[in-house]
């Protein structure tokens, strides 16, 4: 079974910086992706980044391009989130989830595309 260990969060000032881990295990296919959701109150889960294991392939959502950078550690299988410029509207629960393969370039944005999730980091971002 996939576990997945997502931890970093905390409180950080508006333009601030956080990095957030997911550690991962059971992976058992060269081509797994693993992802980065979030969810603020009263809000759906929505995607924020994904990286392939396979060809290193990103993709961010439109509300984070050019602040948060995805990045792996292959021998650690450690996924990491660079937030940066963080906003107030960043605030939320972050989870990162796991899937065998990377397909297209819109279907990583659906929950239901990935088939383990990990427990949630809480980011909040006030002065």
């Known amino acids: 079974d996939v576990q997945l260990q997502a931890f970093g969060g905390g409180l950080v000032q508006p333009g601030g910086s956080l990095r957030l881990s997911c550690a991962a295990s059971?992976?058992?296919?060269?081509?797994?992706?693993i992802a980065w959701f979030r969810q603020a109150p009263g809000k759906e889960r929505e995607g924020v980044s994904c990286?392939?294991?396979?060809?290193?392939?990103?993709h961010y959502a439109d509300s984070v391009k050019g602040r948060f950078t995805i990045s792996r550690d292959k021998f650690k299988d450690t996924v990491y989130l660079q937030m940066n410029a963080l906003k107030p509207e960043d605030t939320a629960v972050y989870y990162c989830a796991a899937a065998p393969i990377l397909i297209g370039t819109k279907f990583w944005l659906l929950p239901e595309y990935w088939t383990s999730w990990g427990q949630g980091t809480l980011v909040t971002v006030s002065s």
């Open positions: 990286i392939s294991f396979g060809d290193d392939t990103t």
């Open positions: 059971g992976l058992s296919f060269d081509d797994y992706a």
